[in-house]
């Protein structure tokens, strides 16, 4: 095995055989995740799913009750914690890789493996969490289906892993990109829960997009790549919420196009990033 | 003929100073505009840089120059020189921390660096836990853990605590099972740096003595550290590291006498100023510390004698007047204290010149320095340095079997009696 070490290697070489060699510590962080936050709790991983719960019955009571925002024949509860499930899963990758240089700067400035593993670990630490949020979602679906409500689930349905699949690509392409800008400009931490919180509500989450009726404002929502993710996922189980494909189309542009450039940005920041700190 | 395990090749680096992390938006326009219209940004603008030739500038500093050396496949290097000469840069470079300005290394083999035991280790996870982590993060499999998980264990010494968390650890366990992981490293080629300074006397020992069977084991290693004992220990061969370049290269032991002849500090010399001094009836003019063969020297082998000289200017100095001496060490603690009344002669002849020799064996590695004063006693006082003449001595393997940094202040040769027999 010879190493070359040497100045401006180029942006686009991403060595995929080294990332694989390192497999094991992409779990063992994975694991480390999804243990260490928890110990010393009671509740332990049930937060997991407390934290969703609470937004959606907060949302329930604020936007359904109080603002009663129409959201057609589908139970709020359903609506809202179906948008949550995408949206936390999106935004719980975008939050982990947004962090994974500075926050592990102690590690990174000692020893060298494939700085990706960071934010890839992220996204299956995230999976988890997705994967019970996703049980629970699906224990009040069936629920309020049992009790008759207007559900209509459909073959978009069988569109899910892959919407889950963009989910994940869009998280870490924006958090590629948040976590290289933030080597340099700092303030980005601090923007950034606020950005997510603003770009939630820019998602079709708490209201449906078909009640965005004005065209440029559509075009807006549109172009907000989750708006997409969102819809189909919501269509998928309820039979509402619209299947605009040219939306689909334009979110799966902009997924792309944030994880190439993102992970270019990031293999070139990484490899100096350490000389800032 | 194999080719070198490691080979360095006009290895340059180079820090931005001052303007890290503050790059303006302003500045990123004004570049983005200059290569819109393709003109190159840094001259432009009046900045240097980019270059492949190291220029030293103002808002640059290269704290690696040009560096050529090669590890040959087996062989242990040592890589000595002062704070600042970039050995911690080269070694970062080299375990990929952070890439080079200019210049190429080129490395035959598996690497593991070891720049801080306990790399990764989280407070909240297990010992096991953490063992697993830390070997992954250094580049083994978790399989490979899984092997060694016992010997590593037991070498750490720490089995019982193994399912403990690790922030319920003393600093002492911690250190002694992160040391354990990377000792059970196996690349074929280590860089390693100064991790032996952790830990307790009997640990370290245990840590050296692995280090030498790794290197007898036929590893490649590169090895950095301050303890020039553990390096003579070591490593055969080594490079002296000044300024960022490579200044010598050699058998370990010349070149640690080279590094320590050719440290001679302003510290180790005080020079009194004449003009501040007029109305004074005496003062000293001049103290320096020096070698055997009356050389300026800061840093001393222990089996070295060390000598001060200390050169009076006297006027009206009554008799009584008594020139004195004391050895302090790092800590600022007097040691001991040695005097000298002057004589007649001396006080007539205005200027005069001693020299105070030290027994050589006498000082225990470590920094000191003397206080030295020009008085008579209870009465007064005329001249009056706190602390200068600094010097150190430097570990280079005793006899005295010590193994840690903290030697106490002397070296003093005991008889042993076994009084069982």
Known sequence: MVTEIRAGQAWWKINVRELFEYRDLLMLLVKRDLTAVYKQTILGPLWFIIQPLVTTVVFTVIFGTVAQIDVGEVPHFVFYMSGLVFWNYFAGILNHGAGSLISNSNVLSKVYFPRLIIPLSGVITQLAHLALNFVTFLGFYAWYFWQGADLQPNRWLLFLPVLVLQCALMGLGFGLWVSSLTIKYRDLKFALPFMIQLWMYATPIVYPAALVVTPLYRKILWLNPMTAVVEFGRHGFTGQGSVYLGGLALSWGVTLFMLVSGLMLFNRIQRTFVDTL | ?421
Request: with cysteine.
């Open chain 2, 1 to 421: 003929m194999s080719e070198p395990a490691i080979r360095v090749e006009g290895l340059s680096k180079c820090y931005r100073l001052g303007a890290i992390g503050r790059h303006t938006l302003v500045d990123e326009v004004q570049h983005l505009w200059c290569k819109l219209r393709g003109r190159d940004s840094n001259a432009y603008l009046g900045k240097v840089g980019g270059g492949s030739v190291p220029v030293q500038t103002d808002k640059e500093f290269w704290a690696l120059k040009d560096v050529n050396f090669e590890v040959r496949t087996g062989e242990v290097l040592g890589v000595i020189g002062g704070n600042g000469a970039g050995k911690s840069t080269l070694l970062k470079i080299l375990s990929r921390i952070t890439e080079p300005t200019s210049g190429k290394a080129t490395i035959r083999g598996r690497v593991g660096s070891l720049l801080e035991v306990g790399t990764g280790f989280h407070p909240e996870l297990t010992g096991r836990e953490n063992v697993f982590m830390n070997g992954t993060i250094l580049g083994m499999r978790k399989r490979e853990v899984a092997l060694k998980f016992d010997e590593i264990v037991a070498f750490s010494g720490i089995e019982k605590f193994i399912d403990t968390p690790v922030k319920r650890y003393s600093s002492g366990m911690y250190v002694r099972l992160a040391f354990a992981v990377a000792a059970h490293l196996d690349p074929e080629i280590m860089i390693v740096d100064e991790v032996l300074a952790v830990g307790d006397a009997e640990f370290q020992k245990r840590c050296l003595g692995k280090m030498s069977q790794v290197a007898k084991e036929g590893r490649t290693v590169l090895f950095v550290s301050h303890q020039m004992s553990a390096v003579s220990e070591l490593c055969d061969r080594s490079i002296l590291m000044q300024k960022g370049s490579v200044h010598a290269e050699g058998p370990t032991d010349e070149l640690i006498k080279g590094y320590l002849e050719s440290n001679t500090d302003h510290a180790s010399f005080y020079r009194a100023n004449p003009e501040e001094k007029l109305d004074q009836q005496g003062y000293i003019a001049q103290a320096m510390v020096l070698d055997a063969n009356q050389e300026r020297r800061s840093k001393f082998d222990y089996k070295e004698g060390v000598s001060v000289e200390i050169r009076l200017e006297l006027r009206e100095i009554p008799i009584g007047t008594v020139v004195g001496a004391s050895l302090k060490d790092a800590m600022d603690r007097r040691l001991f204290t040695t005097q000298h009344p002057l004589s007649e002669e001396e006080r007539r002849a205005g200027r005069v010149s001693f020299l105070v020799r030290l027994p050589e064996k006498l000082l225990a590695p470590g920094g000191f320095s003397f206080q030295i004063a020009l008085h008579l006693p209870r009465v007064k006082m005329y001249d009056y340095l706190h602390s200068v003449c600094h010097f150190e001595i430097v570990d280079t393997g005793s006899e005295f079997s010590y193994s840690k940094d903290d030697y106490g202040s002397f070296l003093v040769d005991c008889a042993w009696r076994n009084l069982s027999e």
